[in-house]
């Protein structure tokens, strides 16, 4: 039996590095060796549990996560009936696709081991191949680029419209490119992180505001002109709101904010329900739109990866060898320490 290395949750706030079985191909399988993979805020959370609730047949206990959900690798071994893919292929994947449950959310496999089994793997469904001149680091970026996009396009934002994202992590700075790649008139970006804010510059947004030292609304007023809520009282004339924070004062600073048909956009998950001041959603009309996963944008935004590859590698903040994976992941787990930490994987 041939053995891998593969990360999980160990206790609370714990990794643990593990040998487990390295996984054979069947008929529709490919295996693909992973050469980068991302640590997202999702990976933290189970961290912070220290695991994940067992169904309550198994008692209920907290079990090991297998990690990693944002890989890219290169493909080593092909099933018999496998279309479409060779050996040596570079791809990155779509983890909802495995049907052993949600590849490092719960699932059977974990991206964030030396080898990822691709079942069923069809390109454009399971995976997608890209091409050599992309480094594996920014090609694992695919993933959260996704989540980012689908806000977008949950949003609708035009070319005409003003929007302000708040959170400048990687999903509130995907959300800037992406809505400037759309045509997007003016972009800003609100964080409480200097560091941050130069970041969503580089990546090209208009303008940003460090709502820890100004006030938001005012400093919306001033890049965006003066509008009204449907009483007439005044507000920014900022289109679109888009929540990558997950913070109650984000909720509390676009109703305060919003103008008359404004739009708020929730991509950040929050960990607790917010105190959301009905009476001003309606004296403004917001509308509320949710926005979870990528229902068809994992792919999507390949090509566009692909060719604006240098704009997205401004989002890594750090590049951390296997071998370091407790100090990758304890960059993550430590408040405003780093923006996106990948993990590679070299020869």
Known sequence: MSTMKSV?????????????????????????????????????????????????????????????HEPAGEIVELGAEVEGLNIGDRVVVNPQ?????????????????????????????????????????????????????HAVNRSEAGPGDKVVVFGAGPIGLGAAIWLKLRGVEHVVVVDVIASRLEKALAVGADAVVDSSREDVAARLTELHGPSANALGQPRPGTDVFIDAAGAAAVFNTVVNSAKWGAKLVMVAVHKKGSEI????????????????????????VTPELVEHQERFAEL??????????????ELALTPGAAEKVVVTLDD
Request: aromatic fraction near 6%; hydrophobic fraction near 40%.
């Open 8 to 68: 999980q949750t160990g206790g609370v706030d714990k990794i643990e590095v593990v040998d487990v079985e390295r996984p054979v191909p069947g008929p529709k399988d490919a295996l693909v060796r992973i050469r980068a993979c991302g640590i997202c805020g999702t990976d933290v959370t189970f961290l912070h549990m220290g695991g994940m609730p067992a169904r309550a047949h198994l008692g209920g206990e907290l079990v090991p996560v297998a990690l990693g």
């Open 97 to 149: 696709e495995a049907p052993t449950g949600i590849i490092g959310c719960g699932g059977k496999y974990g991206g964030m081991s030396e080898f990822l089994l691709i079942e069923n793997a069809e390109v454009g469904r399971s995976v997608a191949v890209f091409p050599d001149t992309v480094p594996f680091d920014v090609a694992s970026l695919n993933e959260p680029m996704a989540v980012a996009r």
């Open 277 to 300: 001041d009905l009476g001003g959603m309606l004296r403004s009309e917001l509308t509320l739109i949710a926005s979870q996963g990528y229902p068809t944008e994992i792919f999507e």
């Open 316 to 329: 890594i903040s750090h590049r951390v060898p296997f071998a370091e994976a407790d100090s990758a992941f």
